[in-house]
């Protein structure tokens, strides 16, 4: 199986702050994604990367940014945090195939 | 419009009794359907993945159902464990440009 790594657990970070969110796969796969995940919205697309240097926005873009100049790693970032992107944040890879995605282990993040 | 609804929101059961969740979709063209447990503050991991030709699929003490035709799913949970306490996740695949489509979770306790 593809081992995806989200670089933090928990993250503290004031208002304001730029906020880098780091994953990492090593199955090569060209798919990956972040979500944020909240309590009865289940899980949101943030944006999403389907090869290096490309990027598609998916259902809650606002306020995020993303970055991928390699194939293996894909940043979130928060420009500015804000207290409402208080959250659990997945990243998740995926094959060209497509049979399905595997998580990393999510970073919870509170902005504060 | 693509949805994938999952029953009941939460549940709790005694430790050793049996449950079944619910998935209900109304993806199409249906690829896939995968069911995840996600532990709490982690992220998901893979249970079962079901494709349209199978009716059921079993992985240890958790059995999945697919009912193709009613665009029904079932995750039937045998003799509880307390370590099943987490949300379970329903991830429905359309076959075209790689859509994938959540539920919301079933989120269940086990009770000693």
């Known amino acids: 199986d593809v081992k995806v790594t989200q670089s933090s657990r928990y993250l503290v970070k004031r208002t304001g702050e730029k906020v880098f969110l780091e994953c990492v796969q090593d199955m090569d796969h060209e798919n990956m994604f972040w979500y944020r995940q909240d309590p009865g919205l289940g899980l949101r697309l943030i944006y999403f990367s389907y090869d290096v240097k490309m990027k598609e926005k998916g259902d809650i873009p606002e306020g995020y940014s993303v970055s991928r100049e390699k194939k293996e790693r894909f940043s979130l970032i928060l420009e500015s945090a804000s207290t409402n992107q208080t959250s659990m944040y997945l990243c998740?890879?995926?094959?060209?195939?497509?049979?399905?995605?595997?998580f990393g282990s999510g970073t919870r993040l509170t902005v504060v | 419009k693509n949805q994938v609804e999952q029953s009941p929101q939460s549940l709790i059961i005694l430790e050793g009794k049996n449950c079944t969740l619910q998935?209900?979709?109304?993806?199409?063209?249906?690829?896939?359907l995968r069911w995840y447990k996600q532990d709490t503050g982690r992220g998901p991991v893979s249970l079962t993945i079901?494709?349209?030709?199978?009716n059921t699929k079993s992985n240890g003490r958790y059995t999945a159902t697919l009912d193709a035709d009613t665009k029904q799913s079932s995750l039937h949970i045998t003799a509880s464990q307390l370590s099943d306490s987490a949300s379970y996740i329903c991830?429905?695949?359309?076959?075209?440009?790689?859509?994938?489509?959540f539920g919301t979770g079933t989120s269940l306790t086990v009770i000693p």
């Open positions: 998740a890879a995926i094959s060209q195939r497509g049979s399905g995605y595997t």
């Open positions: 079901m494709t349209f030709s199978e």
């Open positions: 991830v429905v695949s359309a076959k075209t440009g790689n859509q994938f489509y």
């Open positions: 998935c209900n979709y109304t993806v199409s063209p249906f690829s896939n």
